[in-house]
């Protein structure tokens, strides 16, 4: 059986800064690639950043140079820098992680950008 639990979210005004984390556990071999998701009120989930197993990255068009994503191999474990937020960038942020028997989701951790 496989966890994944994201946390770190919370409101932050605009222009603040706030740090997702995502954690796995369980039957864990390897985890190849992982990624961050979000999914705001009235909208399709979409992706925003992914990282590879050799720390690649890709991201969402309205994110970059505001969010960056990393990971700790040794501890499973995927981490969103999120900075120079907008109100737009409210959603609920999810964990996806890709294993050799699937693909894992987390429950999701509210971020909302307000003043």
């Known amino acids: 059986q496989v966890h994944v639990v994201e946390s770190g979210g919370g409101l932050v005004q605009p222009g603040g800064s706030l740090r997702l984390s995502c954690a796995a556990s369980g039957s864990i071999f390897s985890i190849y690639t992982m990624g961050w998701y979000r999914e705001a009120p009235g909208k399709q989930r979409e992706l925003v950043a992914i990282i590879t197993s050799s720390s690649s990255t890709n991201y969402e068009d309205s994110v970059k140079g505001r969010f960056t994503i990393s990971r700790d191999n040794a501890k499973n474990t995927m981490y969103l820098q999120m900075n120079s937020l907008k109100p737009e960038d409210t959603a609920v942020y999810y964990c996806?992680?890709?294993?050799?028997?699937?693909?894992?989701w987390g429950q999701g951790t509210q971020v909302t950008v307000s003043s």
């Open positions: 996806y992680i890709d294993l050799r028997n699937g693909g894992y």
